[in-house]
C-alpha cells in the first residue's frame, strides 16, 4: 500500500475514527446538551397551565425523559471518571500537592511505559517527558478544574490493521490519553506512524485556602501543616523513558 493511497484513507478512517480522546471525553461532550434538553423540558412544564391538559402532561412526560437520559450520561460519566481518574483532591493543598507528586512521578510514567509495549507492532519510539510537579501547595495549578500534561511521542512500525488498532488501543489506558493528529510513512507492511500524546486529569476538587507560607508574615508553613517547601528535601525527578 503506498503513501499515496493513505492520504484518502487518513482523512476518511483516521480522521472519523482514530484521532480522539478515551471514550470519556465523549460522554463528557454529551452531558451538556443533555442539561440542555433538561432544562428546556422544565421551562415547559412550567409555562403549561391547568386547562390545557394534554399540552402538561407532554411537557411532564418530556421532563421525566430528559430527567432520565441526564441520570443514563452522568452515570456513564462517572463510570468513566472513577475508572481513569487518580484520586486528586486540592481542598487541603498540602496534601493534595503530595498526592499530585505521587501520581506524576510513581504512577504516571510507568504505567505510560508499560502501555506502550504492544506486541502487535513494532514499537520505535515512546519517549515519554513528565513535567515536575510544583512545589508551591499555593501554586496556580491546584485551582485548575483539569490538568493537561502533554507527554511526547510515540512512532511505531506495522502493517495498516496494527497501526490502527495500536493508536485505538490508547481508549483502553487507565488514564484519559488522547492521541493527537498521526502522521503515516512509508508502505505497508513496513508503515510507521508517530503521534503524540496528551493526558487529562480532573481533580476531585480544586484548591482550597491557600497556606501561609514562611516569612509571608504570618505562621511559618509547618506550623500550618504545609508538606515541604523549596530549600527542604530535594524532590525526585520525574520519570522518563
Known sequence: MSLAKLKQIHVIIIGAFLCIAAVVGVIMLLVKPKQEALAAAQARVDRCTLANTSAENKAVQDLNNAIMEVGRVQQSLDAEMKRRMPDLSFARRDLGMLQLWHEQIDTLGPLLESF????????????FSIPAPPANPNDAVFDQDVLVFPLGNVTVQGNFKALMANIRRWN?????????QPVLMGTSPNLTATYSLTCYIFPVAKGGEKIQMAGAGGASAGAAGAAPMPGGPSMPGAPGM
Open 116 to 127: 506502550a509495549k504492544d506486541k502487535s507492532v513494532r514499537v520505535l519510539n515512546a519517549s
Open 172 to 180: 483502553n489506558c487507565s488514564r484519559l490519553v488522547m492521541v493527537n
